[in-house]
């Protein structure tokens, strides 16, 4: 019934190494998100997805790859891993290919933490 | 720099008050959205209102948006325990026609 689920839920890891985070929506829609929550509550876009095409790719380290094997996953992958990537992941999706006007829909968000 | 930046960072009040939260923003939009944050949960639309109009209602929330003052304001009326939550303001700006969201106010209710 979940609409757009994550795995896993909390990630340690230590520095250097390379790790994924899953995401899957059941919604039938059209494109995909990352963003990334800070300890401030900050939440940014990193990524988006339509149709297996990315659309948005703001300024994140080439160290960040989604991969969208079909329109219902859009996963991502980071390579040696740093300090400052702690953060909350969440994963969103929305109907349309328009972002700013398309309301969104989130995951529950994977907590990594780099040690 | 960011899109929105809501005002206050953090509301404290009494179940059955009413709670205002304020959001401005820095370009011009064609929209802005409304988002609710529960502890340690993803993000959960709310609203969203348009250029063209001033208030929009939904429930106990009532929006508002002033293009010529850049701001929206969220009104929840009636607050009960369970909207002690995050709400962030979200507007296009984030590049490519994204959206970024404002740093939230943190509203607690207490019984």
């Known amino acids: 019934d979940t609409a757009v689920s994550q795995t896993p839920k909390y990630l340690v890891t230590q520095m250097g190494n390379d790790k994924s985070i899953k995401c899957e929506q059941n919604?039938?829609?059209?494109?995909m998100y990352w963003y990334k929550q800070d300890s401030k509550k900050f939440l940014k876009i990193m990524f988006s997805y339509n149709n297996k095409e990315l659309i948005i790719n703001e300024t994140v380290p080439n160290r960040f790859s989604p991969k969208s094997p079909d329109k219902a996953h859009l996963n991502l992958h980071i390579n040696s891993l740093e300090l400052g990537d702690s953060a909350v992941y969440f994963c969103?999706?929305?109907?349309?290919?328009?972002?700013?006007?398309?309301?969104?829909?989130f995951g529950p968000g994977t907590r990594l933490t780099v040690l | 720099s960011q899109q929105g930046e809501e005002d206050p960072q953090a509301l404290s009040i009494q179940e059955g008050e009413n709670a205002t939260m304020n959001c401005s923003y820095k370009t011009s939009i064609n929209n802005l959205q409304w988002y609710r944050q529960n502890s340690g949960r993803g993000l959960v639309h709310l609203i969203l209102i348009r250029s063209n109009e001033r208030e929009k209602h939904s429930g106990r929330l009532r929006v508002t948006l002033d293009t010529s003052k850049k701001s929206s304001s969220l009104l929840i009326t009636a607050s009960r325990a369970a909207d002690t939550a995050s709400y962030f303001c979200?507007?296009?700006?984030?590049?490519?026609?994204?959206?970024?969201f404002g740093k939230g106010t943190h509203l607690i209710i207490q019984p």
């Open positions: 919604l039938g829609h059209d494109t």
């Open positions: 969103a999706s929305s109907q349309g290919g328009t972002p700013s006007t398309d309301t969104q829909y």
């Open positions: 979200a507007a296009p700006g984030g590049g490519a026609d994204g959206l970024t």
